[in-house]
């Protein structure tokens, strides 16, 4: 592998909005804004969505309007006579 080709791997918080869980992994993303847990500074990056928060994880349904897709569709295809 070449020398001085690849970006810093360092440790990382990911902390969640909406619930304000934090994930401590390690990331190539940088931050300006640094927390030190248990004597390691990690780059803060706060998100919106996580898995805490995401549908795919939470099970959490929510309804789509296809309605006024289909109509829209409708009546841009519609044959002209």
């Given at each position: ?78 044959r002209r006579r």
């Open positions: 592998m070449r020398k001085d080709i690849h970006p810093d791997y360092q440790p990382a918080c990911f902390v969640d909005v909406s619930s304000g869980k934090k994930f401590l992994t390690y990331s190539t993303v940088k931050s300006k804004q640094k927390e030190t847990i248990d004597g390691v500074e990690y780059n803060v990056l706060v998100r919106d969505i996580t898995m805490d928060s995401h549908p795919a994880y939470t099970g959490e349904k929510r309804f789509v309007d296809t309605a006024g897709r289909v109509e829209k569709f409708q009546t841009k295809f519609r």
